[in-house]
């Protein structure tokens, strides 16, 4: 038995949502059951109840629910995350085979399902932006299973650094920031310089 919080929305807001679309807006909200902090997880139903799927609410936001998954059977644990992050790596490994793959953008936000969240990838320098309250508040665990699964495959990854100066994170009710994020099992870079090649170009 789940137990989010409800968010009922419109017909409107359902046909978007069974077409894929990963956002629920405020006015598409037609009644809510159950209680909630900003940055939950919530179920999004159709007006009759029907389960439509999973995401991160914010009422700062005209996006009131960013949707990371449509199964109902998801447990959204360390190994989910895992999970999406591995899917994500090996696509792009995939596209962007050998030497493209030290300079590319690993996560690519709502695309790989992680709404509001980038990652890109300069040779040994990981680069992040989290415009999302949802993912802000699992960052941690994100980043850090990132740095795993990169260091498991052999990537050499000397530290992540975020970039969130940015205004939009202040609709989502977050402050700007930018610096090094401290890696559980990895020491803060000095000096952010790296080299990369790019389309054959260092």
């Given at each position: 038995?789940?137990?989010?919080?409800?968010?009922?929305?419109?017909?409107?807001?359902?046909?978007?949502?069974r077409s894929g679309h990963p956002w629920v807006y405020a006015e598409e909200i037609t009644k809510i059951e159950g209680e909630y902090q900003n940055g939950d997880l919530v179920d999004v139903v159709t007006n009759k109840g029907k389960y439509l799927g999973t995401g991160f609410v914010n009422d700062h936001s005209k996006i009131r629910v960013r949707l990371i998954s449509t199964n109902t059977n998801d447990k959204f644990d360390a190994d989910f995350w895992e999970r999406r992050l591995r899917y994500a790596i090996d696509y792009r490994r995939t596209v962007m085979p050998g030497a493209d793959f030290k300079c590319c953008r690993l996560i690519f936000g709502e695309a790989?399902?992680?709404?509001?969240?980038?990652?890109?990838?300069?040779?040994?320098?990981?680069?992040?932006?989290?415009?999302?309250?949802?993912?802000?508040?699992?960052?941690?665990?994100?980043?850090?299973?990132?740095?795993?699964?990169?260091r498991e495959q052999g990537e050499e990854i000397r530290g992540l650094y975020e970039r969130n100066d940015v205004k939009i994170r202040l609709?989502?009710?977050?402050?700007?920031?930018?610096?090094?994020?401290?890696?559980?099992?990895?020491?803060?870079?000095?000096?952010?310089?790296?080299?990369?090649v790019e389309n054959g170009i260092k």
């Open positions: 038995m789940r137990e989010y919080t409800k968010f009922y929305i419109t017909p409107k807001g359902e046909r978007a949502a790989d399902h992680f709404p509001g969240l980038t990652v890109d990838r300069f040779n040994d320098i990981l680069v992040a932006q989290t415009l999302s309250l949802g993912v802000e508040v699992r960052k941690e665990l994100i980043f850090n299973l990132l740095y795993k699964i990169l609709l989502e009710g977050m402050e700007e920031n930018k610096g090094w994020f401290a890696l559980a099992e990895a020491p803060e870079p000095g000096e952010p310089l790296t080299a990369i």
